[in-house]
């Protein structure tokens, strides 16, 4: 290979290596970030998952600063990125009784409303918390469901606005907390599995949208505008924080782990796939086109349950919801 090869493909890896060490320092600084920024922590994982390959490709470079880049980019994903993926804790039971809870997008243009049921069914979760919940999705519910979830709390939307609660177990209180205009309602109930009492919060933040304008006829991002989905956590945290005792938080937050608005979430309360799931539970999109592109795969996760109190994880699992863009994600809890 030539030196000038040599010298450039160096110099390339050095850079990859240190862009990935400024963002992760920079993340964990919590430095303000540029729009940009923040753009680039939504999809910070795929960006840099070369950096795993690149050591393959030492015998080819023979360079020595060139393996020494590459390995350092393949130590810093894998410590990053890698690590996560092993649950934190041991799936090995306690004694006692358990709780299963689920967590579900259903999509707003779902029409296999029986296959949602069904899954439901099969799933067999204590508590059910459902997003963009239509009124044929109900009536699903009410003709599958009503024996195995004879507590229900359920309204519809037309958009992303639907939101709908099912339990096995008695709701001592129930409430639908309206926001302001164009932003989806958030579900807070308390609830008596056996031997304990459960606050239940059912949650669906807006997203984010890139600002675009036109330059020679192409669209061109100028910014990423976030603050709808950071307003939507803040009033989400603001809640959590007034709850005492054993708390579950679940739904869509439309944010991935990397992103600023996953940091807001009070410390006391446990990501609940991070603490008992084995994987990088990606849960969005699901058969469904991204950016022009059906992936057979999804990208991102969006699809929460966290838990505060005396409540533990034992095992957290996603699974596909026939007809949704989302996988959802189950949860069992000691």
Same mark, same amino acid.
């Given at each position: 290979m030539h030196s000038w090869i040599t010298t450039t493909l160096t110099?390339? !890896?050095?850079?990859?290596?240190?862009?990935?060490?400024?963002?992760? /320092?920079? @993340? *964990?600084?919590?430095?303000?970030?540029?729009?940009?920024?923040?753009?680039?922590?939504t999809i910070s994982f795929w960006v840099f998952l070369p950096a795993l390959a690149l050591p393959l490709t030492i015998p080819l470079v023979g360079s020595l600063s060139y393996g020494l880049a590459t390995a350092c980019g393949a130590l810093l994903f894998a410590g990053h990125y890698l690590l996560p993926m092993i649950p934190r804790r041991s799936a090995a039971? !306690?004694?006692?009784?358990?709780?299963?809870?689920m967590s579900a997008n /259903?999509? @707003? *243009?779902?029409?296999?409303?029986?296959?949602?049921?069904?899954?439901?069914?099969?799933?067999?979760?204590?508590?059910?918390?459902?997003?963009?919940l239509r009124p044929e999705h109900i009536r699903a519910i009410e003709?599958?469901?009503?024996?195995?979830?004879?507590?229900?709390?359920?309204?519809?939307?037309?958009?992303?606005?639907?939101?709908?609660?099912l339990s096995r177990y008695p709701f001592l209180s129930i409430g639908l907390r309206e926001g302001e205009p164009g932003t989806n309602p958030t579900q807070v109930a308390r609830v008596r599995p056996p031997e304990r009492e459960a606050w239940i919060v059912n949650v669906h933040t807006?997203?984010?949208?890139?600002?675009?304008?036109?330059?020679?006829?192409?669209?061109?991002p100028y910014d990423y505008d976030t603050s709808e989905r950071r307003a939507d956590v803040e009033d989400i945290v603001r809640l959590l924080e007034g709850l005492q005792g054993d708390a579950l938080l679940l739904g869509?937050?439309?944010?991935?782990?990397?992103?600023l608005e996953y940091r807001l979430i009070p410390r006391r309360w446990q990501d609940a796939y991070r603490v008992a799931g084995w994987g990088l539970g990606l849960s969005f999109p699901v058969k469904a086109p991204f950016l022009g592109l059906r992936l057979p795969f999804p990208l991102f996760r969006l699809d929460y349950i966290f838990y505060a109190g005396s409540m533990r994880a034992l095992r957290a699992r996603m699974g596909t919801m026939p007809g949704s863009d989302h996988r959802y994600l189950t949860v069992e809890l000691h």
């Open positions: 110099c390339l !890896a050095w850079l990859y290596a240190s862009a990935l060490g400024g963002y992760l /320092l920079w @993340k *964990r600084l919590n430095l303000p970030r540029p729009w940009w920024l923040g753009a680039l922590s039971r !306690a004694a006692g009784p358990d709780l299963k809870v /259903l999509l @707003k *243009r779902n029409a296999n409303a029986d296959g949602i049921a069904e899954t439901i069914a099969a799933e067999r979760p204590d508590v059910v918390a459902l997003q963009e003709r599958h469901l009503a024996t195995l979830y004879p507590y229900r709390d359920l309204h519809p939307g037309e958009d992303c606005e639907g939101m709908g609660l807006r997203i984010p949208r890139f600002r675009m304008r036109r330059i020679a006829g192409l669209p061109i869509d937050l439309n944010t991935t782990p990397e992103c």
